[in-house]
């Protein structure tokens, strides 16, 4: 009885609870990624033409598709990209491929000002992998200060509990012992700290999070000077970002989350995703398949040596124009 209590306590805090950081750049519709590859496709269109030294983006290439595919079958997310010239993905397109074992802004071999590839590649690990961490990194590299799930945890509440869960299994082993149960101290003085422990936050909340109204609207908003990201108050779904830097401002805006029906997960995914670099480029990013694959590690490298093998047979040339989001 006292175990419901505690998860209907915490289950209520949940209903009053700004979400975190991390947890909005998780959409709670796509299930859980763990033991799975998530494979997509999309094409990636550049919208207007700037001036880029001597030439124009014109007389450039406008259109690429690709393939990333996150392997979530150990710890550590692994990444591989295809790269195909034009809006059909095909061997014959194929340009480059590309292999990072780490998902990693060291395993990306991101720099400190590569800002466009580093937001592009947390976005999709979001979006796409169902994954915040990588854009936990991001945000503190753009001048917000956030933290992962793990790192807010109300540690003083998980010992409790822990203490708790513990007592239980001793009392269900031996019945008859004499026991002291954690959430029933003897003292006053424990008393209200087991009470103060248990109504407190069981994530620490963080000041960049809050709740807003425009309208009859309801949203979450993260902002500071240099961050301003806005998601639905219902679905919490992603819909902008706007990220300033000292090299510039870089834009985000989803529409219409639709859902791609696969064998044995959920996965839902912006219809529509606008992009503006930071010399003013826009980019349209159209999904065209999204699935997801129960893969061992085993499975997943013989997928990326049929890549390999691929390549060869494609274009075997440097393409240019590629967006300043893409590595």
């Known amino acids: 009885m006292k175990l419901f209590l505690i998860l209907l306590s915490l289950h209520t805090m949940a209903f009053a609870y700004i979400p975190t950081i991390e947890s909005l750049f998780r959409n709670g519709d796509n299930d859980t990624v763990d033991g799975h590859t998530i494979s997509a496709n999309f094409v990636l269109t550049r919208k207007n033409v700037l001036e880029q030294g001597e030439k124009t983006l014109q007389e450039m290439p406008s259109v690429f ?115 002291d149960n954690p959430l029933e101290p003897v003292t006053p003085e424990a008393k209200e700290k087991v009470r103060e422990i248990l109504k407190s936050p069981f994530l620490t909340t963080s000041n960049y999070v809050k709740r807003i109204k425009e309208g009859d609207d309801i949203y979450f908003q993260i902002k500071n000077e240099n961050v301003d990201i806005k998601f639905d108050g219902q679905k919490h779904e992603l819909i902008s970002m706007k990220i300033e830097t000292n090299m510039g401002t870089m834009e985000v805006r989803c529409f219409n989350y639709v859902v791609f029906t696969t064998i044995s997960k959920t996965l839902k995914f912006p219809q529509l995703i606008l992009l503006k670099d ?50």
């Open 65 to 179: 598709a690709y393939k990333l595919l996150f392997n979530n079958s150990k710890e550590r997310t692994q990444l591989v990209q295809v790269s195909y010239s034009g809006n059909v993905i095909s061997t014959s397109n194929m340009f480059d491929l590309k292999y990072f074992p780490q998902l990693t802004f060291n395993g990306l071999k991101l720099s400190g000002e590569d800002f466009e590839k580093k937001m592009f590649y947390s976005l999709m690990n979001s979006l796409v992998n169902n994954q915040g961490d990588l854009m936990i990194d991001f945000l503190n590299s753009v001048g917000l200060a956030a933290l992962r799930n793990t790192e807010k945890v109300n540690r003083d509440q998980i010992q409790l509990i822990g203490r708790y869960i513990n007592y239980l299994k001793q009392k269900k082993e031996n019945p008859e012992a004499e026991l």
């Open 278 to 327: 930071l010399q003013g480029n826009e980019f349209e990013l159209k999904m065209q398949k999204l699935r997801a694959t129960s893969d061992s590690l085993d499975v997943f490298l013989k997928r990326l040596q049929n890549y390999k093998d691929d390549l060869k047979k494609g274009l075997n040339q440097e393409i240019l124009g590629k967006s300043a989001f893409m590595l």
